[in-house]
T-cell receptor, first 116, second 115 residues
């Protein structure tokens, strides 16, 4: 039972490089999310998706793009990485909208990204 | 807007000590409240939740009571174990409209339990 799987687990980029983070879930969840976690900041929502083919902006979307071509996958792209994007990135999924009364989020184990 | 304020850590306790992690919130509506836990090297997991005033959420010996009058949701455990060492996040969820929920996390409190 894999749950939510993120790849890669670690990555170092140079400023201006691009990369894609992959999130895969095997729970047939409709909703998927990308968060970033920074020291002293908690988790902040970057983008989310309410179903295959949909995406929406979260709290801190600038500098990121996402795609949800398949229900089980949610990709986070950085077109031109900046040092301010050094962070730990978490993907999550849920059957119903995260935060609704009877719903909870399932999180991946995170991707540690450093931009030099 | 909504916000969640947690006590700053890190918190270091001896095994079997009593734990309290304070959490207060600001919300415009009637939020649901959650505690998530992040063990080292892992993603967050839901620990407990409460959906209305005076509800008590409990799980694995942890408890938290939704106090609307003090806008608080403090996490407590009577006797902590080394295995409870983790980062704890308080969070609230509020209905934004059209069935859309906003989940807001606190900054997290790191707990270390020493034998």
């Amino acid at each position: 039972n894999a749950g939510v799987t993120q790849t890669p687990k670690f990555r170092v980029l140079k400023t201006g490089q691009s990369m894609t983070l992959l999130c895969a879930q095997d729970m047939n969840h409709e909703y998927m999310y990308w968060y970033r976690q920074d020291p002293g900041m908690g988790l902040r929502l970057i983008h989310y998706s309410v179903g295959e083919g949909t995406t929406a902006k979260g709290e801190v979307p600038d500098g990121y793009n996402v795609s949800r071509l398949k229900k089980q996958n949610f990709l986070l792209g950085l077109e031109s990485a900046a040092p301010s994007q050094t962070s730990v990135y978490f993907c999550a999924s849920s059957y119903e909208m995260g935060g609704s009364t009877n719903e909870k989020l399932f999180f991946g184990s995170g991707t540690q990204l450093s931009v030099l | 807007g909504n916000s969640v304020t947690q006590m700053e850590g890190p918190v270091t306790l001896s095994e079997e000590a009593f734990l309290t992690i304070n959490c207060t919130y600001t919300a415009t509506g009637y939020p649901s409240l959650f505690w998530y836990v992040q063990y080292p090297g892992e993603g967050l997991q839901l620990l407990l939740k409460a959906t209305k005033a005076d509800d008590k959420g409990s799980n694995k010996g942890f408890e938290a009571t939704y106090r609307k009058e003090t806008t608080s949701f403090h996490l407590e455990k009577g006797s902590v174990q080394v295995s409870d060492s983790a980062v704890y996040f308080c969070a609230l969820s509020d209905l934004r409209g059209a069935g859309s929920y906003q989940l807001t996390f606190g900054k997290g409190t790191k707990l270390s339990v020493i034998p």
